[in-house]
């Protein structure tokens, strides 16, 4: 006489797992293998990859000349030349410190900084060092004011508040405690900090931070450093540089 068909069952004392509970839990587990890997690469596409930041000597020991402004953070408003654009260049100084003191008196005049940049992607920061650092000086003949910032309107975005300086590549903090840490003190130090974006906004990632009233990022947000978070506020543009004029407080973003 015929045996019936093995039904599969299940039974939970018995070592031999059925023919068929065993397929389908293989081909479970295959196609669950691809699905993340697909989503995982999905997403790194849809991100730009802004590549590895570190030193530039630009300058080649020369300097740059423009109209400094002070806030939200010392920009140099450097004139269009050698057929480049004009640039809102962000300043910071040596080690975990800005240069707003020396800024300061300087704020709305034409000056002159040395020193060597960290880049990475669309991100530019001149770490002013050397001689004659920061300084004022006189404006070259025909020399014109900068023009006025241009609203780009009220955004919501995605995205982790780092400090400029590290997060171009001046050191590598790591992740977790110590990026959290080192973005901190830097921008407790006066460093300008930067939002990176999930998405471009303009086509660009990094964005310059400051409060809602055009002035330093608020204490507050340092809460927020290093991990995914929602703001919303006005994006304004100046030469090549977004600002991204944040409203506490921040919402959590995923995986923050």
């Not at 940049?117 to 404006?139: C, S, Y």
Request: with cysteine; aromatic share 6%.
């Amino acid at each position: 006489m015929p045996q019936p068909p093995d039904p599969g069952f299940f039974i939970g004392y018995s070592k031999k797992i059925p023919p068929v509970i065993a397929q389908c839990a293989l081909l479970f587990g295959v196609f669950l293998f691809l699905g993340l890997v697909s989503a995982s690469l999905a997403f790194s596409l849809s991100t730009r990859n802004p590549g590895s930041g570190g030193y530039v000597d630009e300058l080649r020991g020369g300097r740059l000349s423009g109209v400094l402004e002070t806030l939200p953070y010392p920009i140099l408003r450097v004139p269009a030349q050698d057929g480049r654009g004009p640039r809102a260049i962000m300043l910071s100084g040596q080690g975990k410190a800005g240069v707003a003191k020396v800024a300061d008196p300087l704020n709305g005049r034409w000056a002159e900084a040395s020193g060597i940049f960290v880049k990475r992607g669309d991100l530019d920061m001149l770490l002013v060092g050397g001689r004659p650092g920061l300084v004022g000086a006189e404006p070259p003949a025909g020399a014109s004011q900068p023009q006025a910032p241009v609203s780009l309107g009220r955004w919501r975005l995605t995205g982790e508040i780092c400090d400029g300086k590290c997060y171009a590549g001046a050191m590598r903090p790591g992740t977790g405690l110590s990026h959290k840490a080192c973005a901190n003190l830097c921008i407790t130090g006066g460093v300008p900090p930067v939002f990176v974006t999930t998405s471009p906004v303009e086509g660009q990632n990094f964005l310059l931070m400051a409060g809602a009233d055009g002035g330093p990022l608020p204490r507050e947000l340092l809460d927020q450093t290093a991990v995914l978070v929602e703001l919303e506020g006005e994006v304004e543009q100046r030469d090549d540089l977004l600002i991204f004029k944040v409203e506490t407080p921040a919402k959590p973003g995923m995986g923050s």
